[in-house]
């Protein structure tokens, strides 16, 4: 019931499309969810973050989508660059306690 | 403002020995988490402390401990090393009292068991 499940583990997008990575959970306790986006050799960064008490938020080209019924959100990179090539990691915060991490979508944009 | 400081980055440990790794959060947070990153199981959640305490654990065995000290800076312990501990180990810190997930991370500490 802690689980985040995160999809896919690895993808693969051309320059200027859209990356599109899916996270799933199950504990309705959980009140917050950011992403994270970490380089080689560097730590996690925060990215963007939503609560659920909204649909959609949306911050330069990436946006998150929340769907509170079907618990699930997502985290779409539009005009993908090469720069945003990283590993992106989604998360849940189960109200006072620990971050739950996905287990990392690794993404690729090629030239 | 300097952000999350790790020490060491890199380190190589035989089975059987132990390792401490420092964590120095930015300036002016009290929260420190540990988490250990490996491929395949993303970042699993070691422990939290807020202000010398442990507020939060996860489902490491007691090989693995930490501590904060007054001036906020943490340190992790694992003892009788196994390969399978293997990982980068990631330190975060935040600000909030209340723990609402907002955490600054530092580069990490790369520990490789032989």
């Known amino acids: 019931q802690q689980q985040v499940k995160q999809s896919p583990q690895s993808l693969i997008v051309q320059k200027g499309g859209i990356s599109i990575i899916n996270c799933a959970y199950e504990?309705?306790?959980?009140?917050?969810f950011p992403w994270y986006q970490q380089f080689p050799g560097k730590g996690p960064a925060l990215l963007i973050a939503?609560?659920?008490?909204?649909s959609e938020k949306k911050e330069g080209r990436f946006t998150i989508s929340f769907n509170k019924s079907a618990k699930q959100f997502s985290l779409h990179i539009m005009d993908s660059q090469p720069g945003d090539s990283a590993t992106y990691f989604c998360a849940a915060h189960p109200g006072f306690q620990k971050l739950v991490f996905g287990t990392g979508t690794r993404l690729l944009v090629s030239p | 403002k300097a952000g999350v400081t790790q020490t060491p980055r890199y380190l190589i440990k035989t089975r059987g020995q132990q390792v401490t790794l420092s964590c120095s959060p930015i300036s002016g947070h009290r929260s420190v988490s540990w988490y250990q990153q490996t491929p395949g199981q993303g970042l699993q959640f070691l422990f939290e402390y807020f202000s010398e305490t442990q507020r939060n654990k996860g489902n490491f065995p007691g090989r693995f401990s930490g501590r904060q000290f007054s001036n906020s800076r943490s340190e992790m312990n694992v003892s009788t090393l196994e390969l399978g501990d293997s990982a980068l180990y990631l330190c975060?810190?935040?600000?909030?009292?209340?723990?609402?997930?907002?955490?600054?991370f530092g580069e990490g500490s790369r520990l490789t068991v032989l």
């Open positions: 939503i609560r659920p008490d909204v």
């Open positions: 975060a810190s935040s600000t909030d009292r209340v723990n609402t997930g907002e955490l600054f």
């Open positions: 504990n309705t306790a959980f009140d917050y």
